[in-house]
């Protein structure tokens, strides 16, 4: 195990008394098994860590395998952003890449081996049949009029499903289990069914039949030796079939599947359908959309793959579902940037300060620190002219002691840079302020003089040297904390946030962000943290999105609701 103890949880504690008693040989190995059929979101992200870290932790192993089963649904697109998405979080699974098409004729020949059994045969019911022999949760199913078909004719039919002889829908190989049992997935589950006119993105038309999920994902922990197969609680019924499928195939490796609570986050979805249908219907830009609880959104949005991990550690891992409040994440997200982010100023919305005593063709060069308490990141050069940008919110007329900016006939300090007093507002045929007049002191760069009191510090850019700049302001994608279980309503769309993305085209930021790379975070002094867009930030074009305010605003929200 690794130096390092991590906290106790049910699964390790069932790992260790497995080491203990030296079973499985003393080997932890697990695998982290997504469907290709979506991007991966913040609950694979829990997953992932579960996996990856266990096996890490007690110097085992972890595969990637892709359970592609169901080539209606997947692509290789989905294989490519899952991989890129698993390195990100910062794991890696070696040579141990695996799909389950893989094994796929091994599959098939232990489908053989249950038909020569007797515990499975050929079936002819239509699916609308099959689901009224199958009962209801306080009524037994009925057997089905073809499961006491001889083995001799399940093989003939069964080899002739693979060949291609029927039609979709026409029959399916059901495990012969117990119509009568209380658990559903015992009565007679489907093990192959018929899909023509489909290319696998792995094995192309190849095949006609593919087995079903159950079938497949236990014996693929089999054959790759897997000891501890983790899934979520939704899977606890699935248990005695993974186990029924072993046992009666007698596997010479028999993994202990285990259940845990899935994540359940608010103000987000965790549904592959879902927010397969938020992309589908141009909700959202993409599944890299900021707003996605995808990884890959998050990873565009600027969150640290460090913050991710360390808020799966956070919330860990139990058996009972639990609700995991949003400020949780966002506080792992502002620690890991507190820290690690480079401050840099912008204005969000300008308004243009003209210093009437300093030269029109002067430009200082004034040092700032790129973080304030930590002296290894360096500074940064920023240009200081006559004419300057800061925030409209920064400036008041009039204003009570309370306000600690910028007010007519007062002084304010600018971020390292001078004390400045306005003298004069400047306003349009609107009445509207466009400008205003400034004189600054000369000799308060660094410090304030003596006997001299000033409250205020508000961020600026050079007008001469600023670069312009589009901001996107993100914000959750939705106003209930539970969307998609809210039973008063029919669709979780109603909930969509109206103001999830606010786009401002005339922001200014300082000339050092000229160099700024795609997916660079920076915190925007006194406005919170800002990634460089990885997706638009090309030629020249600067986008920055919102990662996460400085503060948690929704609190304040939620509680005058």
């Known amino acids: 195990m690794s130096d390092e103890k991590k906290p106790a949880n049910f699964i390790r504690n069932i790992i260790e008394a497995d080491l203990a008693a030296d079973k499985n040989g003393g080997r932890v190995h697990t695998r982290f098994p997504p469907e290709p059929n979506g991007y991966l979101h913040i609950g694979h992200a829990k997953s992932i860590c579960l996996n990856f870290g266990l096996a890490e932790d007690y110097n085992g192993l972890c595969n990637l395998r892709f359970d592609?089963?169901?080539?209606?649904?997947?692509?290789?697109?989905?294989?490519?952003?899952?991989?890129?998405?698993?390195?990100?979080?910062?794991?890696?699974?070696?040579?141990?890449?695996?799909?389950?098409?893989?094994?796929?004729?091994?599959?098939?020949?232990?489908?053989?081996?249950?038909?020569?059994?007797?515990?499975?045969?050929?079936?002819?019911?239509?699916?609308?049949?099959?689901?009224?022999?199958?009962?209801?949760?306080?009524?037994?199913?009925?057997?089905?009029?073809?499961?006491?078909?001889?083995?001799?004719?399940?093989?003939?039919?069964?080899?002739?499903?693979?060949?291609?002889?029927?039609?979709?829908?026409?029959?399916?190989?059901?495990?012969?289990?117990?119509?009568?049992?209380?658990?559903?997935n015992l009565r007679d589950p489907a093990i192959y069914r018929i899909r023509h006119g489909v290319i696998h993105h792995q094995t192309g038309n190849e095949w006609c039949i593919y087995p079903m999920y159950d079938f497949t994902h236990c014996l693929s922990d089999s054959i790759e030796g897997i000891t501890h197969s983790l899934c979520t609680l939704e899977f606890e019924d699935h248990r005695p079939l993974y186990d029924w499928y072993l046992d009666r195939l007698q596997v010479e490796c028999h993994p202990q599947q285990i259940e845990f609570a899935r994540l359940n986050l608010q103000y987000a979805i965790t549904s592959k359908r879902k927010l397969t249908r938020l992309v589908e219907e141009g909700i959202v830009e993409g599944w890299d959309d900021p707003r996605m609880s995808t990884i890959s959104g998050m990873r565009r949005r600027g969150y640290p793959a460090a913050a991710i991990r360390d808020f799966c550690d956070r919330i860990g891992v139990s058996k009972a579902d639990n609700s995991v409040e949003m400020e949780i994440l966002e506080s792992c997200i502002r620690d890991h940037l507190n820290a690690n982010a480079l401050r840099a100023m912008a204005v969000l919305h300008p308004l243009k300060v003209v210093i009437t005593n300093y030269p029109e063709d002067k430009t200082e060069e004034l040092q700032a620190p790129n973080h304030p308490q930590r002296e290894e990141m360096g500074t940064r050069t920023i240009p200081f002219t006559r004419e300057l940008y800061i925030d409209r919110a920064d400036f008041r007329e009039e204003a009570n002691k309370k306000f600690k900016r910028l007010v007519l006939g007062k002084e304010v300090r600018l971020r390292n840079a001078y004390v400045i007093r306005c003298d004069e507002v400047i306003k349009d045929e609107n009445d509207e302020i466009i400008e205003l007049r400034c004189t600054y002191d000369p000799e308060t760069l660094g410090a304030n003089p003596e006997g001299r009191k000033v409250k205020g510090v508000i961020h600026w850019v050079s007008a001469k040297y600023g670069l312009k700049a589009e901001i996107r302001l993100y914000d959750r994608l939705f106003t209930h904390p539970h969307p998609d279980s809210d039973k008063e309503v029919d669709d979780f769309m109603v909930h969509l946030n109206p103001d999830s993305l606010r786009t401002l085209t005339a922001c200014f930021v300082e000339s050092s962000l000229g160099n700024a790379k795609p997916g660079d975070v920076f915190q925007f002094e006194r406005e919170g943290y800002f990634c460089a867009d990885a997706e638009l930030c090309r030629e020249g074009r600067l986008v920055f999105n919102r990662t996460v305010t400085l503060r948690d605003t929704w609190a304040k929200i939620e509680q005058k609701g």
């Open 68 to 184: 592609d089963t169901n080539p209606h649904k997947e692509d290789a697109e989905y294989v490519d952003a899952i991989k890129r998405d698993v390195r990100w979080l910062g794991y890696d699974w070696g040579d141990r890449e695996f799909f389950a098409s893989d094994y796929f004729e091994r599959l098939y020949e232990y489908a053989v081996q249950l038909i020569k059994q007797g515990d499975a045969y050929v079936c002819d019911l239509s699916p609308e049949q099959v689901r009224e022999y199958r009962g209801t949760l306080t009524e037994p199913g009925r057997n089905s009029p073809y499961r006491d078909r001889s083995v001799e004719e399940n093989l003939d039919l069964f080899t002739r499903m693979r060949a291609g002889e029927f039609p979709d829908g026409a029959k399916v190989l059901r495990a012969k289990i117990d119509m009568a049992s209380p658990n559903i």
